[in-house]
């Protein structure tokens, strides 16, 4: 069976799960909107679900496993050719517009409904069925007690069928319609409790950051397209193939490769557009391990990497993307040392991370990037999983402070996070370890790279082991300190919840240890650094006393009451929704709503009264004229006609004798002159 021909189906599987949804759902799930409980999904409901609910249990997971198995052949068979790039092309979406091209001649711009498999989409899209797989079976046990089953399983097929949309597509800006497509989903995912305010307000704060950064990823594929005059992938990078790098200045490349980032830096959380992610934990628990986590918002990482023959060409702005992942990585983690909210830990944590993969792109070593995405993706999705269940054993219950104790009473949650926390940590053997080891190492040695931004990478790395150790202490360790009431229901998640957990601990085990083969795989534009291994050795055992740093430093401090103004700063993000509320919103949308009230008033106001006036007086001069002049004129001439006409009117009587005389007396007068003559 030809895998290869079929890759246009991995999309469609999840599309079908989402338009059964749409069609059917609500009969599979009769009591939906409502029966939501007060605080969130883990709660538990004296009513059971429908029968019917199996059936949406089976049916929306069953097609992301199916795309799994597709891509899973279409892999194993794009590794055996020789040309391992395979484009599938069904039609021509967008069909030519005459466009101006930069060096005069018109184009065409053309779009292709077409699917290219290469060793880049073919990684992401083994991690967004493989692991949304697991996160859709996990959902089936943590959605079990809420309203809107039906609805949540159709935004989730809908979210996977984009992002394959997004990761598939052999051009720009088919890549820009999975590009909004998942940026859609994210807003219906996050606003999904959409009885509470703050979760409409997520929704919405997410929907509208990410438009800032996809108006620069528009403004790119424009650029893109004057200057080389396609947006084709493969044809792309054949142009991009003879420029010269852009050493002198900040030219076109360089600021188109800028744009792309813009785009990127919207959808993957880096500063200063990174402010939505962590507001998105309004949504459900899977929903944060789905999106922000594994999949969507590594799209930014993915589309910078997909386009890495530009950004080759543009040192300044890979300078500038290294640095702004620099800056995010460090800003998040020192953030997510402090916050209290098991989520939000996780989403700083995610931010932080998505910086650690931008470090990499910045400093050249695209497969990097994608490498520490795939083992993200694992141990990511297995601690926000995991939190799920923990707050699922919590009655709902986020705040750490109310934890702890739990390491006996939920066994399998406790040592699926262990081991993820281990990973992120960067512990020697797991995942985590082998892709940031690696990315600190590109940072140090490579041509683009920077050693004071390795220096803020390893502190980062410093900061990790902190913080999700603090985390790991204050929810499974110590004494318990939740209500008698709480303490009385915990319980071990469902199976449909452990197993996805176990399966993600297993990965990120095994995830890192295929580096060197998933570097020849990726054959990504690499530059050859200047490093030798016993610095190699050195730096690597740096990173390993770092890891090992934190986790120590978590279990002395994590319950030392710090205070200060450092720490409230931390508390607040450092301000930063504040200075942007300040800026943006009271001050450029409501700031400018007055000034532009003051405006309308005085100037166009007082422009529409002046005009108003004007118009009066000149009406008044029309009425005088058009009353004398004109009205004068045609009863004037009125007159003049009626005494032209006067003879014709008595020959016009209308009677026919008088017609019948005048005839005959004309005839006569005839006869008389031809008499006469």
């Known amino acids: ?8 189906l991995i999309p469609l599987f999840p599309l079908g799960g989402a338009a059964l949804m749409l069609l059917i759902g609500k009969r599979l799930d009769p009591q939906a909107p409502y029966g939501h409980d007060s605080s969130h999904g883990g709660g538990h409901h004296h009513h059971h679900p429908p029968a019917t609910r199996a059936l949406i ?12 198995i597709l891509s899973l052949g279409a892999v194993i068979q794009l590794a055996s050719q020789h040309e391992r790039v395979h484009q599938v092309i069904q039609f021509t979406w967008i069909a030519g517009l005459p466009f101006h091209l930069s060096n005069g001649t018109i184009g065409r711009f053309a779009a292709d409904w077409g699917f290219l498999l290469d060793p880049i989409s073919s990684v992401m899209i083994l991690v967004v069925t493989g692991i949304g ?3 859709h079976v996990y959902s089936v046990g943590y959605m079990a007690h809420d309203g809107g089953f039906y609805r949540f399983f159709g935004y989730l097929n809908l979210f996977v069928f984009f992002m394959l949309v997004l990761v598939l597509a052999n051009n720009y800006a088919l890549l820009f319609v999975g590009w909004e497509g998942v940026g859609l989903c994210s807003y219906l995912l996050i606003g999904f ?7 409409g307000d997520a929704g919405k704060k997410a929907f509208l950051v990410n438009r800032i950064g996809d108006a620069g990823f528009i403004l790119a594929m424009l650029l893109l397209m004057s200057t080389v005059g396609t947006l084709r992938f493969v044809d792309v990078n054949a142009a991009l193939k003879g420029m010269p790098v852009e050493t002198a200045g900040f030219g076109v490349l360089s600021m188109t490769a800028l744009l792309l980032f813009v785009g990127a830096t919207g959808k993957s959380a880096q500063f200063p557009l990174y402010v939505w992610l962590p507001d998105a934990m309004e949504g459900p628990t899977p929903v944060s391990a789905l999106i922000h986590a594994a999949t969507m918002v590594t799209a930014g990482v993915y589309m910078v990497a997909r386009s890495s023959a530009l950004f080759v060409l543009t040192p300044s702005t890979s300078a500038i993307v290294m640095t702004i992942g620099a800056f995010t990585a460090i800003l998040a983690a020192t953030i997510a040392l402090t916050q209290n909210d098991i989520k939000r830990v996780l989403a700083y944590s995610t931010v932080s991370q998505l910086g650690f993969m931008f470090m990499a792109a910045g400093a050249g070593a695209y497969w990097v990037a994608v490498f520490h995405l795939y083992t993200h993706a694992f141990f990511k999705a297995l601690l926000f999983l995991g939190s799920g269940s923990v707050i699922h054993a919590m009655s709902g219950e986020q705040d750490m402070r ?18 993820g926390s281990l990973a992120i940590a960067g512990v020697p053997g797991l995942a985590g370890f082998f892709s940031k080891d690696e990315i600190l190492w590109e940072v140090w040695q490579a041509p683009l790279g920077s050693h004071a931004v390795y220096v803020v990478g390893i502190t980062t790395a410093l900061m990790t082991a902190f913080y999700m150790w603090r985390l790991m202490y204050l929810t499974f360790y110590g004494e318990p300190r939740m209500s008698e009431e709480v303490a009385h229901h915990v319980h071990e998640s469902p199976k449909t919840m452990t197993v996805p957990l176990i399966m993600l601990a297993l990965g990120s085990i095994a995830a890192g240890w295929i580096h060197k083969p998933f570097e020849h795989w990726l054959e990504l534009p690499m530059a050859e650094g200047h490093g030798d291994h016993t610095t190699e050795y050195l730096l690597m055992g740096l990173s390993i006393a770092i890891a090992f740093g934190g986790i120590f430093l978590a279990s002395r401090f ?7 103004p450092l720490y409230t700063t931390l508390l607040n993000k450092w301000y930063v929704d504040e200075i942007y509320d300040f800026l943006f919103v009271r001050g450029l949308v409501l700031g400018g709503g007055k000034l532009l009230f003051g405006i309308d008033r005085r100037v166009v106001d007082g422009g529409v009264n002046g005009a108003g006036w004007l118009t009066r007086f000149t009406s008044t001069i029309s009425m005088w004229w058009d009353t004398w002049i004109i009205d004068g004129l045609v009863r004037l001439s009125a007159f003049a006609v009626k005494v032209a006409s006067f003879p014709v009117r008595v020959v016009q009587s209308g009677y026919v004798q008088s017609y019948a005389l005048i005839f005959t007396g004309g005839v ?4 008389l002159y031809y008499l006469t003559q």
């Open 558 to 564: 994590y319950k030392a009451k710090v205070g200060g």
């Open 57 to 68: 249990g089976l049916l929306c997971p069953g097609m992301v496993l199916a795309s799994f």
């Open 668 to 671: 006569a007068l005839a006869f």
């Open 402 to 419: 109310h934890m702890g104790g739990l390491k006996n009473k939920i066994p399998i949650t406790h040592w699926t996070m262990f081991i």
């Open 193 to 199: 409790y959409f009885h509470k305010k703050s979760a």
């Open 133 to 135: 797989f697991l996160i």
């Open 1 to 8: 069976m030809n895998f290869l021909e079929l890759i246009w």
